[in-house]
């Protein structure tokens, strides 16, 4: 799998005992991006939550992050723009992912 200018990216971790959590929205370029920095991490022993969407596990899978499934976007309305939809997709999915996030 090739991810561009990230896939020589170098992460120093001090301390591997941690826990992180990525979000992506669906925008296969910015999750092919993250994936390299995904699998940096998890290499070096972080467990890594990997939030996206369905149609992106495959991709989470194969760097060994654990995949998180985020809520679907809601349908189109005409003429809105992409700002607007992800305002109105975080209004949604913050208050869903909160509990899973306090574990």
Same mark, same amino acid.
């Given at each position: 799998?090739?991810?561009?200018?990230?896939?020589?990216?170098?992460?120093?971790?001090?301390?591997?005992?941690?826990?992180?959590?990525?979000?992506? *929205?669906?925008?296969?370029?910015?999750?092919?991006?993250? *994936?390299?920095?995904?699998?940096?991490?998890?290499?070096?022993?972080?467990?890594?939550?990997?939030?996206?969407?369905?149609?992106?596990?495959?991709?989470?899978?194969?760097?060994?992050?654990?995949?998180?499934?985020? /809520?679907?976007?809601?349908?189109?309305?005409?003429?809105?723009?992409?700002?607007?939809?992800?305002?109105?997709?975080?209004?949604?999915?913050? /208050?869903?992912?909160?509990?899973?996030?306090?574990?």
């Amino acid at each position: 799998m090739y991810f561009g200018p990230w896939q020589n990216i170098r992460i120093i971790i001090v301390q591997i005992n941690c826990h992180i959590a990525f979000f992506d *929205l669906p925008d296969h370029t910015r999750i092919t991006t993250t *994936l390299a920095i995904a699998e940096a991490l998890v290499i070096k022993g972080v467990k890594l939550d990997h939030y996206c969407l369905e149609n992106s596990r495959e991709l989470v899978e194969s760097v060994r992050a654990n995949f998180c499934k985020l /809520p679907p976007f809601k349908a189109k309305i005409q003429d809105e723009t992409l700002q607007y939809r992800v305002i109105e997709y975080s209004l949604d999915a913050v /208050p869903l992912l909160l509990p899973q996030l306090r574990q």
